[in-house]
Each structure stands twice: as C-alpha cells, then as structure tokens.
C-alpha cells in the first residue's frame, strides 16, 4: 500500500503561487512515478504534471506547461508542484497519484494511477 497526503492549498489571488506538496509513506517512494492531477467542480479529474520515478523526466499538460513545475525530493518521500501566475480556471481540488507498478514510465491516464491522496483545495480569486 501507498498512503499519500497532499498539503499546500489555499485561497490565492491570480498571479499568485503556490506549492503542493505530497508526501508518501512507501519506503520505495523513490522507484514510483508520481503524477499530478486536479478536478474542478463539474468537471473530470485532469492529468497535471507527472514525474518519472527516475526524476530525469517530466511531463506537463499544455493548459499549465511553462507555469507548473513538478519535482521529487526521494529523501523526504515527497513530490512537490510549483505553481506560479496562477488563473481562475486553474481553481480545483489537487490531487496526487501513483501507479501500482514500479518503474513506470510517464502516465497521462489517470485511470492507471492506483493509489490517490485525498486532495488539497486550491482556489484561485480574479
């Protein structure tokens, strides 16, 4: 089992950053790709960023590439997304996620993530 808490949201103003952090509990933490997801109300649970559990590789959706930054700390079981000029429609409740299999390459489909946080709000004013 892979136990994950999400922490760092909160009500900014736009152009506005912040960093979620999500920290892990499994003791391989550093042989898992993580990825980040986010889920508006009314609407699906969206890829963010994912990193490879190597961390020489990243991967951005297009709507935060150049504003989010997803890294790995493997000593402290933790990932982290940097958010910085934040909008309105980056408002969501964040979510992070590891697959089930170690080793993994870049995952885009949040449905091969078998292990989620219980999320962090983050609301973004205009």
């Known amino acids: 089992q892979v136990q994950l808490v999400e922490s760092g949201g909160g009500l900014v103003q736009a152009g506005d950053s912040l960093r979620l952090s999500c920290a892990s509990s499994a003791r391989t933490f550093s042989s898992y790709t993580m990825g980040w997801f986010r889920q508006a109300p009314g609407k699906e649970r969206e890829f963010v960023a994912a990193?490879?559990?190597?961390?020489?590789?990243?991967f951005y959706a297009d709507s935060v590439k150049g504003r989010f930054t997803i890294s790995r700390d493997n000593a402290k079981n933790t990932v982290y997304l940097q958010m910085n000029s934040l909008k309105p429609e980056d408002t969501a409740v964040y979510y992070c996620?590891?697959?089930?299999?170690?080793?993994?390459?870049?995952?885009?489909?949040?449905?091969?993530?078998?292990?989620w946080g219980q999320g962090t709000q983050v609301t973004v004013s205009s």
């Open positions: 996620a590891a697959p089930e299999a170690r080793a993994s390459p870049i995952i885009f489909f949040r449905h091969s993530y078998k292990y």
């Open positions: 990193i490879r559990w190597t961390g020489g590789s990243t």
